[in-house]
């Protein structure tokens, strides 16, 4: 999945407020330089390190920590006050904390090489850059949806659809429906898209869910992962108003790839290690001992059981003993990869055919030939 398969530019309804932000920058004439000399005419400035983005805080912040641990990949943070670390493993590798969008403006400014953000703020603030490349889409955290809410009361009682929405005659030129959001780029190119032309965007300070009682906005578009919060607070989601779906994804810039020397290496490496872990995540290796005439006759009972064929199939080996001085076959050892949800209906039906003192143990890697990401990767960059 591209960051680049997004729109390039956003759909302005035919209301819009607009939305202005100040910022006060304080920063010395060689930091100046050194932001200048990032990128010089489309290309990346030659450091050496390679810069990976982490979320700096929040719930994001500690799962990306914890994911990076399980792939062996500790982040070494000896300051908590500091926003640079390291990953002993990656010595070409510095560690930026910064806030999500952040890190998706700095991969487009090339302060940074590599980043993990939510796939929501990938889009907004991406806003379609082709620059951007998503290397890894499903991280496994962060689960959530951009979602249109509306309330459950008055005029909205009896709105159960997007399709319904957009039909309601109360939305008009001189009085649009008002929609309080924090997406600005990805929520009036979602309206307009869907035939919505009569909206008008604010943001609103504090939880959105209150805009609507407030009598600040008719509808939120927002960020829902329970739905818990939006019920509370007499809100409901609609049939076809869920923008997208979002998770933690691993996100680069397709010039730094390109130009910056080591940079591909670095991020095979990580891409192998997360698919590495995400894959086996969920399976164990159970082992099982089996009388038989030979590897083929055993391996034929075990494949009889559709739950028992493993990743590949099972790996038969004989179990040498010794007899009367002789070297024996009597066992074989039956190998096999079974996930978390079909583990006692395996355990069972290796005993049905035979199996005993079955060892069942978690598997922490599995690694494969070539991971498809990385084939994705490449023929994206045109490699």
Known sequence: MLASNLPKSPFFPTHYVPISRSFHITCSVSQLQTAAAETVNGRVSERNEIRLGLPSKGRMAADTLDLLKDCQLSVKHVNPRQYVAQIPQLSNLEVWFQRPKDI????????LDLGIAGFDTVSEYGEGNEDLIIIHDALDYGDCRLSLAIPKYGIFENINSLKELAQMPQWTKEKPLRVATGFTYLGPKFMKDNGLNHVSFSTADGALEAAPAMGIADAILDLVSSGTTLKENNLKEIDGG???????????????????????DTTHEILERLEAHLRAEGQFTVVANMRGNSAEEVAERVLSQASLSGLQGPTVSPVFCKRGGQIAVDYYAIVICVPKKALYKSVQQLRAIGG??????PLTYIFDEETPRWRELLSTLGL
């Not at 869920?242 to 591909?264: D, G, N, P, Y």
């Not at 005993?356 to 143990?361: A, E, N, T």
């Open 242 to 264: 869920v923008v997208l779906q979002s998770q933690a994804v691993l996100v680069a810039s397709k010039r730094s790839l390109i130009q910056r020397k080591s940079a591909l």
């Open 104 to 111: 998706v403006r700095k991969l487009l400014s090339g302060d």
């Open 356 to 361: 005993s003192g079955v060892l069942v143990s």
